[in-house]
């Protein structure tokens, strides 16, 4: 049986559909059009736990309990410097 090349289409798909799937499993989607935000766009958090997008928000007549900014999946993966004590 010939073993799987870095060059074989199949592959390549199934590992980019799982990269996408990864990406996406953290981020919230917007319950009216099931849109996921970009990062940086805001989204409005309702009573009920129904989150909201930017340009749905419009639509709704009630209050949102708090707006979130969507942060990218890098967020908390960064470096930070090391605080020196004297």
């Known amino acids: 049986m010939p073993s799987p ?5 199949s592959l390549e798909h199934e590992l980019m ?3 996408i799937f990864a ?3 953290g981020q919230p989607r917007c319950t009216d059009c099931r849109r996921t935000p970009l990062a940086g766009e805001r989204v409005h958090v309702y009573d009920d736990g129904r989150v909201v997008c930017e340009l749905c928000r419009p639509r709704r007549s ?9 942060h990218g999946p890098e967020r908390g ?3 930070r410097p ?4 004297a």
């Open 77 to 79: 993966q960064t470096v």
């Open 62 to 70: 009630e209050e949102p309990i708090r707006c979130e900014r969507v």
């Open 23 to 25: 990406l996406d499993a």
């Open 17 to 19: 559909r799982k990269a």
């Open 82 to 85: 090391a605080v020196r004590v």
């Open 5 to 9: 090349s870095a060059h074989d289409p």
